[in-house]
């Protein structure tokens, strides 16, 4: 098993920037992908960006989030951290921490074997 913590998630003001970061602990050699994903309200849960290290270090974000959010980490300190800039009321949620062994697919929920709690972000208009 692995256990994943985040931490990070606070209000904040449109335009402003958050850093979330995810520490991982257990079996953490059963993990070469990590991801965040987030889950507003009445909504499913969606990708927004990952790492992986299974060939040198590559990351991927959702269209979305481009250009504004910078997923990073170190998967011998068993870390990911998500720099949130120029953030928007519409990327509030509840953002959480997921790792994987070789997915098929960075975006794809069910790829993922573990979870952690969660960590809200709310950015107000």
């Known amino acids: 098993q692995v256990q994943l913590v985040e931490s990070g998630g606070d209000l904040v003001q449109a335009g402003d920037s958050l850093r979330l970061s995810c520490a991982a602990s257990?079996?953490?050699?059963?993990?070469?992908?990590m991801a965040w994903f987030r889950q507003a309200p009445g909504k499913d849960r969606e990708y927004v960006a990952g790492i992986s290290w299974r060939s040198g270090v590559t990351t991927n974000y959702a269209d979305s989030v481009k250009g504004r959010f910078t997923v990073s980490g170190n998967n011998t300190k068993n870390t990911m951290y998500l720099q949130m800039d120029n953030l928007k009321p519409e990327d509030s949620a509840t953002y959480y921490c997921?790792?994987?062994?070789?997915?098929?697919?960075?975006?794809?929920?069910?790829?993922?074997?573990?979870w952690g709690q969660g960590t809200q972000v709310t950015v107000s208009a």
């Open positions: 257990g079996r953490t050699f059963t993990k070469n992908v």
């Open positions: 997921a790792a994987a062994l070789n997915p098929p697919n960075f975006r794809w929920v069910k790829a993922y074997a573990y």
